[in-house]
């Protein structure tokens, strides 16, 4: 039998007291309070899954194993499920092999399940998942100091805090450190952050790197060629040098490095492995994406336009 709705969960830590946060499109009005999203949009977590409609559900009978479905429109639950808002991608996999997806009364715990959105009745814990509407994407330039996750187990103040206002239930593509700024996506379309996350479609990301010293032309080449990470090398980089300020032990210079690969704090391991780390990190593009015109702290939804053209990138 499947999982009825649980009580709140108590492995949530109680939220952290917070700054008070940035509005809509930047400082001035307050944000939504991120500690405390509404119950009834999106899931935090596969153990705190909540979907986004509630309506009484018929019992589910028994499991089945996934029948092959080949109705038009039929999408994988996993799909389904991120498209309208109610997990990544990630989580809506486990909240399938955890047993507490359903589709027309019966549970659906294999992850090649699929459905007909609008058609068929699918429920994650009883409730009516509501097909995917308009999705949203939202361009943040994001200031050192936040963590980019929808919520921080430590009680730092994250990303979603800066977007007050912002009622769908979005996700960071990909990951900014927290002492980090710059260009941020934050999507509910799972399908398209998942295309720009796989490492087969990895649009370019451009980064401003403030290095300390004055590394040499070897060192830079070295960059451009890849340098063994983890056993592994990195890909080739396009890598240019700005100016060198500053005197003695304090001088610094400039490098903008064009990476398409996301590995952890690849930047920043990059710049220590060739003797420069890193003193300060900026994102300025992604693919067609660049922050012009957004101030720090500051978001907008992306045009219709930009939105074309990230997918066109992702091809
Ligand atoms: N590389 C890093 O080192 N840090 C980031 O935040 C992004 C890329």
Known sequence: M????????????????????RGPNGPGRPAAKASAPP?????????????????????????????????????RLQK??????????????????EGRVTVNG??????????????????????????AGRQRYILLNKPRGYVTTRQDPEGRRTVMDLLGGVREYVYPVGRLDYDTEGLL????????????????????????????????????????????LDGRRTAEAGITRGTTVGKGR?????????????RNRQVREMCARIGHPVRTLQRVRMGPL??????????????????ASLRAATK
Do not use: C, N, Q
């Open 290 to 307: 660049s922050l012009r015109g957004l101030p720090t702290g500051h978001w907008r939804d992306l045009s219709a336009a930009e939105v």
């Open 185 to 228: 996506l934050l999507t509910s379309d799972g399908d398209l952050a998942a295309k720009l996350t796989h490492p087969r479609h990895e649009v370019a990301r451009v980064y401003e790197a403030i290095v300390m010293g004055d590394p040499s032309d070897d060192a830079l080449d070295e960059l451009r060629r890849g340098i063994f």
């Open 2 to 21: 499947p999982r009825r709705p649980t009580a709140p969960d108590s492995r949530r830590p109680a939220a952290a007291p917070r700054r008070p946060s």
């Open 250 to 262: 304090d001088h610094t210079t400039k490098i903008v490095l064009t990476l398409r690969e996301g």
């Open 80 to 97: 389904l499920l991120s498209a309208a808002g109610i997990a990544s991608r990630r989580t809506a996999e486990a909240l399938i092999s």
């Open 39 to 75: 119950r009834t949009r999106g899931v935090r977590g596969a153990a705190t899954a909540r979907p986004a409609r509630a309506e009484e559900a018929p019992a589910p009978k028994k499991r089945a194993p996934a029948p092959p479905d080949d109705r038009p429109g039929a999408m």
């Open 106 to 131: 019966v549970v659906m715990d294999t992850l090649g399940a699929k459905a007909v959105p609008e058609v068929d009745d699918v429920r994650v814990d009883d409730r009516r998942v509501k097909a």
